[in-house]
């Protein structure tokens, strides 16, 4: 079971996530046809106050390290797209030029999910644009791309990630690859609200989260992406670095820091039963936190 620190606001009347998301309907979070690492080990337990959908969660402050809200938060799990960014750490400490041009090859077609991609094989983009896809919308060849141009390639690169990781005393943290696709990319909300502190700080990274969208010149095309996170199209919502992640093993998953309440928190929410649920969870902690239910619109541009 969790356990919760109420902020100093009124308490939240939880309301049916339809009514919190308008359009979010109860069928669009319906548990995955198949279980996720969080349901095989009976993680589904919610405290009474939140009736959260994701098996983990956490809300701590960012400047005091206040726990606001903990559920399962040491538990060890697939993470998914939030592997971007310690890809991302790695890459920007290398200090590599952002402007020199990568190619797609082969080599960064996922032959273990199947993941589609619209970086066709051949494409030329620079490490900065491959980095800021691989942010914004989880374009899992931009990171693969990134972590095969690193020095030493491949296994030095995710070598260059675990070694991170220890550094910054995220004992319940590996990784396999610099996608996510792999579920051996693992770790607790505790150690991933330590990445997101982290990553907070590089400028950078901060900025590429965040953007709703962006076209690169592929060619003579432009592809048009959009952040694949819907609440960074929510004015309701103060975001200042995020990820989204997910794989089947993982469940749908998000980390962020945010404003709200007039304080700076870092959100952690992991193996989410469906496609909107870790939306709905979070609405739910803006609600509880903010003490307003006024449920969160969105303004989410097509591409």
Known sequence: MGSITRPTRRALTVTALGVVLGAVSVASVAATAQASYGQRLGLRGTPAALALHSSVA????????????????????????????MTALIVTEAEQPLDQTLSITRADVDTLKGSQSRLRVGTRLTRG?????????SENRAAHALGRHYPGGMQAFVAAMNRKANELGMT??????????????QSSARDLAVLVKTAY?????????????????????????????????????????????????????????????????????LDSTGPEARTADAELLRQWI???????????PPI
């Open 290 to 300: 903010t003490g307003d239910d006024t449920p969160a619109s969105f303004l989410i």
């Open 58 to 85: 956490l809300v701590i402050d960012q400047d005091t390290n206040e726990v606001l809200f903990s559920k399962n938060d040491t538990a060890v799990l697939p993470i998914a797209s939030i592997t971007k960014l």
């Open 201 to 269: 700080a590089n400028d950078l990274i901060r900025s590429k989260t965040t953007w709703p969208v962006h076209q690169v010149a592929v060619g003579r095309h432009e592809l048009r992406y959009r952040n694949s996170n819907r609440l960074v199209f929510s004015p309701e919502w103060s975001i200042g670095l995020q990820k989204t992640g997910f794989i089947r093993e993982a469940g749908r998953c998000v980390v962020m820091q945010a404003q709200l309440a007039d304080r700076h928190l870092i959100m952690v929410l």
């Open 129 to 137: 644009e491959m980095l800021h896809l691989a942010l914004m919308s």
């Open 172 to 185: 319940d943290t590996r990784f396999a690859d610099p996608t996510g696709l792999s579920s051996g990319n």
